[in-house]
C-alpha cells in the first residue's frame, strides 16, 4: 500500500511522473511484470557483447528525475552487440531508479516482485542512425540494459559514483566524472537474460527500446543506496526541497506481447 501511495504521490507532485500514464494508443509500454513461467525460451538469442571504453565517460549529472553518467557517444568507442539485437549499439548514459525504502523502487517486476533499485544503460543504433536524437524515434533506434539491485555488501566500483553524488544534490547540477567503467556494475552472468520490445519509461514514452533484464542482480550496500537517496528533485532556488525517491514508473500493460528467455 505504501509503494502504491509513493507512486501515486509522485503522480501529484512530479510533472515528470504526472506524464501520460500510458501513451495514448501505446500498445508496448514500459516497465512491465515479467511473468518468469510465461517468458519463451529463445535459442536464437546470443550472448551480449559489451565493449566499453572508460575513457568516453564524461560527466554526472541530475536531470531532476534521477542521475545520469553520460558517455562520448560520437564514436564506436562504448558499444553492446549481441543478446536479441541485429545492429551495433552505442552507450549514451546510465542511470537509476529507487525507493524511499528498500521495499521498492525498480521498474521491471518478476512475477511482481519489487527490487529496491534498477539501473539502466541506455544504447542507440549505431548502424542504422546517425543521433540518438533520430534513434529515440525508430521502433529499432535503442538497447537499453536493466540490471537489479538488491541491498547487500558494498559495490566497490559503485563507490566512485556514490562518491560523486553530493556535488550533484539539486537539479540540473553537472560536474565532471571520468574513467568509470560501467562494465563493473553488471552481474557476473550476462548471458541469462530476458528481452521484450518496449518504451522510455520517461517522456517522451517513445515505443524505441529492445529491453534486456538480466536475470542476476548486483547488491549494493544499504549506505550507498541512502546517498541515492540523498539527491533532490528540487533546484537550489526552489524553497522546498523534495527529496529524489520513488522515481519509478508503475508497470504498464503488456497488451499480448512475448517476453523472451536466453536460457531455460
Ligand atoms: C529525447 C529523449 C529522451 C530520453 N532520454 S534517455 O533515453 O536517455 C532516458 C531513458 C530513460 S529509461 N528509464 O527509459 O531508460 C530514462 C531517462 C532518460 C533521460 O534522458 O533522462
Ligand atoms: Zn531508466
Known sequence: RKMQEAAEHNMKMHPMWQ?????PGGDRQSPIDIVVRKSVFDSQLKPLVTDYDPQTCQQIWNNGYSFLVEYDDTSDKSTLKGGPL???FRLCQFHFHW????????EHTLDR???PAELHLVHWNSDKYSLFEEAVMEDNGLAVIGV??????RHEGLQKLVDALPAIRHKDSVVEFTRFDPACL??????????YHG????????ESVTWIVMKQHIEVS???????????????EEEVQKSMVNNFRVQQPLCGRTVRSSFT
Not at 148 to 153: C, D, H, N, W
Not at 186 to 195: A, V
Not at 199 to 206: A, G, M, Q, V, Y
Open 19 to 23: 506524464g501520460p500514464l500510458a501513451v
Open 86 to 88: 541485429q545492429d551495433k
Open 99 to 106: 525507493g524511499e525504502s528498500n521495499a521498492w523502487g525498480s
Open 113 to 115: 516482485r519489487l527490487f
Open 148 to 153: 537489479f539491485l538488491k541491498v547487500g555488501k
Open 186 to 195: 553488471l552481474p557476473s552472468n550476462t548471458d541469462d537474460y530476458w528481452t
Open 199 to 206: 518504451s522510455l519509461t520517461t517522456p517522451p514514452l517513445t
Open 222 to 236: 544499504h549506505d550507498q543506496l541512502a546517498v541515492f537517496r540523498s539527491l533532490l528533485f528540487t533546484s537550489a
